[in-house]
């Protein structure tokens, strides 16, 4: 059984939800995907019930805080984990060149020596280029550079055993580059900031982010057979699923995922 497990689903400055990262759940073992902006990330693991002595992959989409500071209490529990003789095998960290920098620089200025001691030797990072390739649990994982004019973020598509696949577009607006991914994707995670009649409220063309609206078209144009939205405003939290799930089905007409934080979805 393959699950995709929501530990977070808000934009940069939510408070009332956290911000977006996910886990894949393929036998047993995660594949984390960014890490929030802090140290939640430990409480939405616990509240997953994800065993962190089961995370061995982590991708990092970009160094946007919101993304990249939960890394470093990740990097400090595993680390400290590994200490203890608790956690068995290396933690790999899949990223560009500059999160690399940017989660080295954050981790020296403020791990313990000890803690440090294991970046290099089992935390290992693995810096990768656009259309780079790997082998992750049962996935062929391609990483892409969605080419962002705001800050260098890479996305990524998965191709399972099975043939099924998934795509992560990261947290910015579809770049056509990207469509040799997402074009009949079996998944695709999408952000989506707003409604599109909030656009005026939340401004999120300036923010280089999408509403509702778009991001299911896209996904129709696409032939995407289910949808994934994500990376959104925290004001409409308690009707957010009704409200977005309303909009989006008037433009897309596959199966439509507004996700709150800690929802499963099984992938089928």
């Known amino acids: 059984m393959r699950k995709l497990i929501l530990l977070g689903t808000g934009n940069a400055m939510v408070t009332k939800c956290f911000n977006t990262c996910f886990a894949l759940n393929i036998d047993n073992e995660y594949f984390l995907v960014d890490a929030g902006g802090g140290n939640g990330i430990l409480a939405q693991l616990e509240k997953a019930q994800i065993d962190m002595t089961k995370i061995h992959h982590l991708f990092i989409t970009h160094a946007h805080t919101d993304h990249v500071l939960g890394v470093i209490w990740v990097v400090r ?9 608790k ?63 705001k800050e260098k973020q890479f996305g990524f598509s998965a191709e399972f055993a099975d043939g099924m696949n998934l795509c992560c577009l ?49 996904a129709e144009q696409l032939q995407v057979k289910n949808l994934i939205l994500y990376h959104t405003e925290d004001k409409h939290i308690d009707k ?14 596959g199966n439509l995922y507004v996700p709150d934080d800690l929802d499963v979805i099984n992938l089928k």
């Open 170 to 218: 990261g947290d910015e607006p579809y770049n056509e580059v990207c469509e040799i991914y997402a074009q009949n994707a079996d998944y695709l995670l999408s952000e989506a900031f707003c409604l599109y009649g909030d656009r005026d409220i939340f401004k999120p063309y300036e923010k280089h982010h999408s509403t509702v609206k778009e991001a299911c078209e896209l």
């Open 77 to 85: 529990k595993i680390a400290t984990l590994m200490n203890q003789g």
């Open 240 to 253: 957010r699923k009704e409200l977005y799930t309303d909009e989006g089905k008037q433009y897309y007409y």
């Open 87 to 149: 956690y068995k095998g290396k933690l790999h960290i899949y990223c560009h060149d500059k999160v690399k920098m940017v989660v080295e620089t954050i981790a020296n200025l403020t791990l313990k020596k000890k803690d440090l001691a294991q970046i290099g030797k089992n935390i290992i990072f693995d810096v990768v280029e656009d259309g780079d390739q790997r082998e992750i649990l049962d996935m062929q994982v391609i990483f892409f550079d969605i080419l962002s004019t």
